[in-house]
């Protein structure tokens, strides 16, 4: 599985509103919850951001700092083992924060309000955000939250 995340290219949509927003804040950080392999953490560091991704999985953090050394773009990159709901950085401290197929695997809804909070939380006025998501699973979200 790993190997196949590695492989993937960017978000063409996500890398446009990037390029977008960087004109707008000049090396600005960038939060990446859920950095997975790197697939958009490593493109985004080439456009210009200094990028901080957190994922919970050992592998898939390997295998980012990989692409990023391979890509000679490790200067603008810092990785951590962090859950979404826990993010290791200080308030305020984030121009974009990209959550690209990460919130919908929250757990449970405690975790998603969670999640959502820590974003918040290291988010400074004006912030970007970007979500990518997939909806069935999301929907799935939303209807446990219905329940008494």
Do not use: K
Request: with cysteine; glycine share 10%; net charge positive.
């Amino acid at each position: 599985m790993v190997a196949g995340f590695a492989q993937s290219a960017p978000n063409a949509v996500l890398m446009q509103f990037a390029a977008d927003e960087l004109s707008r804040t000049p090396g600005a950080r960038l939060i990446d919850v859920g950095c997975g392999a790197g697939r958009n953490a490593v493109p985004l560091a080439g456009l210009g951001w200094n990028v901080f991704g957190i994922d919970l999985s050992w592998s898939m953090l390997g295998a980012a700092a990989r692409r990023a050394h391979d890509s000679e773009r490790s200067g603008r990159l810092d990785f951590a083992l962090a859950a979404m709901d826990r993010i290791p950085a200080t308030d305020h401290s984030f121009d974009f924060l990209l959550a690209h197929g990460i919130w919908n695997l929250a757990p449970s809804v405690a975790t998603f309000r969670n999640a959502l909070g820590e974003a918040a939380r290291v988010a400074r006025a004006g912030s970007a955000l970007f979500v990518f998501t997939f909806p069935a699973i999301y929907e799935g979200v939303f209807r446990m939250r219905r329940r008494p």
